[in-house]
């Protein structure tokens, strides 16, 4: 949506829900901090100020953007019967480079790097313990 449509929307009327869907839908950007970010330009737009990031509503946005990605992941762990967390480290190499992202990989092998993820923490943990 443009500044102009966002604007426009914040003084109508109309049930705007669907619309704010689809353009997030729209907008496409896998990772949590896109979304939160766009998600404060909209914010800036409708209140006609910049929102800077020690407001409370920006916190609001960014956690709601977070916990939004977080929850999808954690859905997808539990179906795969992995940590939502291993998930998540494992999958960043594509959400966090969506526009040069690596090559895909077959589920078995997505299932192996999330195992190996595992690992690496588990020997994070036993370093930092020892």
Not at 27 to 37: K, L, S
Not at 80 to 104: C, F, H, K, M, Y
Request: with cysteine; charged share 25%.
């Amino acid at each position: 949506m443009t500044d102009t449509e966002i604007f426009n929307w914040a003084l109508s009327e109309d049930s705007t829900e669907d619309d704010f869907h689809q353009h997030f839908e729209t907008f496409g950007r896998w990772n949590w901090c896109d979304v939160a970010e766009e998600s404060r330009r909209i914010r800036s737009v409708i209140a006609v100020e910049p929102l800077h990031t020690n407001y409370a509503i920006d916190a609001v946005l960014s956690a709601t953007a977070a916990q939004a990605s977080f929850g999808a992941y954690a859905a997808m762990a539990a179906a795969l019967g992995v940590d939502s967390d291993d998930l998540r480290i494992t999958v960043a190499q594509w959400s966090e480079r969506q526009n040069n992202p690596p090559p895909p990989v077959t589920a078995e092998r997505l299932m192996e790097m999330v195992k190996e993820t595992r690992q690496e923490d588990s020997d994070r943990n036993a370093t930092r313990q020892a």
